[in-house]
């Protein structure tokens, strides 16, 4: 039914080079992703070879440095990149943001040693990355987890269970953080634990409202141990280590809720413009041009926001206040644009037939992953007002 192709955003990017990217990523995910999105989706199907792709095309490690395999880009290049991915299918923008996610420990405190012997693989040799904070009783309250590492000579055992772990059960490494001290925040450290190791095991796929093509899964550590040479920073830092890539990662999340919002605004507008009631296009009736008109403002809002903040990262100063402040926005504003999209299409957006009720399943995880947007308002506020009184 629609006859309007979706039009490419305009985008202000700092250099030719990043120019290139984004027209290398636009053609990877129309080529790659777009055709089979909906049907892997549908049987859950998550597409490693298309994250070896990724890979191998330089776009798992962007962000980072490229004597380790990296990419050089500022995260203001980064974001945009990922937002054109989870505008082709959530699952591969998300995976992606995730996979960066659990690089950053290794990229941001691990030693100059580490760093060469891990991260080259890590960002640009087709492995595929989780990570591990959240606990079963341990979700925004992470400072109370209980998955405790025990020394032993020169190794330390883990034992303890990990919940909700994006591409549990099938990342090839894991950070995790787990307790080595006593209570609270300064008892926890951070380790890279390989994806094999024996005695971790992965739990049955949690059977989600969407992002089905996304294994989430609890990640059992039965007595794992790892070599203290693969304990990143120092013991009692992991907690600072994990605010500090949630900061990051709160950016990734953003921008991938714009993309999915942007997916949806475009599909709207079509069906809007080739479908016909009452003797004309109901583009044309008023109500509805308004409707689109608001969503499209809001994407345009995220974007600027989430890219603010990316510059302040991009600059060396503070930017946790603006990345929770986007990851907040952006996600509410997918959740709002992607059921005004549903609206749009009325009967049809509630079928299968049209991707928008996907999309609409899909933005409700972006307003819990990463810290809820309930979490988000508490990091705002205490950085406007300072700390609640106790």
Partial sequence: MPDRAPQPVERHLPTEESEDLLALVRDI??????PA????????????PLFTLLSESGLLGLPYDSALGGGDQPYEVYLQVLEELAAARLTVGLGVSVHSLASYAL???GSKEQQAEHLPAMLGGGLLGAYCLSEPASGSDAASLRTRAVRDGDDWVITGTKAWITHGGIADFCTVL???????????????????????????????????GSPTAQLHFDGVRVADDRRIGEEGQG?????????????GIAACAVGL???ALDEAAAYATGRRQFGRPIADFQGLRFLLADMATQIEAGRALYL????LRDAGLPFSRQAAMAKLFCTDAAMRVTTDAVQVLGGYGYTTDF???RYMREAKVLQIVEGTNQIQRMVIARQLLGPESR
């Fill in 239 to 251: 907690f600072a280590i994990a605010l500090a890539s949630l900061d990051s990662g709160r950016l």
């Fill in 308 to 311: 603010a903040a990316a510059r």
């Fill in 107 to 109: 990229a941001g405190f």
């Fill in 37 to 48: 999105a909906a049907e892997e989706e549908e049987a859950g199907h998550f597409p490693r």
């Fill in 29 to 34: 995910a129309q080529r790659e992703i777009v």
């Fill in 261 to 263: 919002a942007q997916a």
């Fill in 178 to 212: 787990a307790r080595t001290g006593g209570d609270g925040a300064r008892g926890i450290t951070a380790f890279l634990v390989p994806g094999d190791a024996p005695g971790l095991h992965a739990a049955v796929p949690e059977k989600k409202m969407g992002m089905k």
């Fill in 355 to 357: 991707p928008v009720e």
